[in-house]
């Protein structure tokens, strides 16, 4: 079945490092790829996605590339800051668009 | 516009009991999903529903029941209890034909 795996945290940076959070997919199909981001305490908020390959989603200075040749999704920030700190997810979408897979988050923080 | 609400933010139950959870959308969608989000497991799918008046099986649906009665509400009901459980719900709702979900705040829910 579809799934996706994302590098486990928790993971630590200085503010103005660079962010690498890895995520890989398995999917039938040509599914949707998304980044989410979920604040302490809060739900999870959308962050970027693409929808066919090499789209690239981008928003908040965070970016991901849809890598078919490779099934990867990875999210990346040239320079984060203390208020980027939270669990990001990965996701995809079905072949039918109803059900969405979610990865196990990656937790991250950001420290001045 | 509330977005997604979910009643009620924190419960603690006994082995056994019963209680339905409650999502609210006002952004009139047509897709609702309940998850609930483990440690070290990402968000799992319960269930969801298409449609007023239809629901369908998730990834984890032993133990649990749903009702679609009216378009803006999707409950979510243990009939008893059990801590594994335990958990974080969050409901989350997408118009039909677009894939960006949005997210309740979530129920923190304890099993004792």
């Known amino acids: 079945g579809d799934s996706v795996t994302q590098m486990e945290g928790p993971v630590t940076l200085s503010e103005e490092a660079f962010l690498t959070i890895n995520c890989t997919y398995t999917?039938?199909?040509?599914?949707?790829l998304f980044w989410y981001v979920q604040y302490p305490g809060e739900g999870l908020q959308l962050l970027l996605k693409a929808t066919k390959a090499d789209d690239k989603g981008s928003n908040k200075g965070f970016e991901a590339t849809y890598r078919k040749e490779t099934t990867s999704f990875h999210l990346e920030k040239g320079s984060v800051q203390v208020s980027d700190s939270a669990v990001y997810f990965c996701a995809l979408s079905d072949q039918t668009g109803n059900q969405f897979y979610f990865g196990t988050g990656t937790s991250l923080t950001v420290i001045p | 516009n509330a977005g997604v609400t979910q009643t009620p933010k924190f419960r603690v139950l006994k082995t056994g009991q019963s209680m339905t959870l409650l999502c609210a959308q006002d952004m009139n969608h047509e897709y609702m999903y309940w998850y609930r989000q483990d440690p070290g497991m990402g968000l799992r799918l319960i269930h969801y529903?298409?449609?007023?008046?239809?629901?369908a099986k998730g990834e984890v649906p032993d133990g649990y029941n749903v009702s679609r009665l009216k378009k803006q509400n999707f409950l979510l009901g243990l009939e008893s209890a059990a801590p594994s459980q335990t958990s974080v719900y969050f409901c989350a709702s997408n118009r039909l034909g677009t894939d960006t979900q949005y997210f309740g705040p979530g129920t923190r829910l304890t099993v004792l």
């Open positions: 529903s298409v449609g007023e008046g239809t629901t």
């Open positions: 999917a039938t199909g040509y599914p949707s």
